[in-house]
């Protein structure tokens, strides 16, 4: 994943788009209508990043 994206990547489906961001607080997806604060689900987004890379890790 593109840190980049991850405030607009819906934390539930993974849908990446710049109208998921609502407004610069608001994160609601236009895919399968999931909303949040848009922190909240950004930080959840680079939660699982991080999750991921250890686990790639410890895989290696
Ligand atoms: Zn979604």
């Not at 994206?5 to 934390?11: E, F, M």
Request: charged fraction near 15%.
């Amino acid at each position: 994943m593109n840190p980049a994206g991850t405030s607009r990547t819906c934390a539930r489906c993974g849908h990446c788009a710049k109208e998921n961001r609502v407004t610069q607080a608001a994160f609601a997806c236009t895919a399968c209508g999931h909303a949040a604060h848009a922190d909240v689900n950004a930080a959840i987004n680079i939660l699982r990043a991080g999750l991921a890379l250890r686990q790639a890790a410890e895989a290696a």
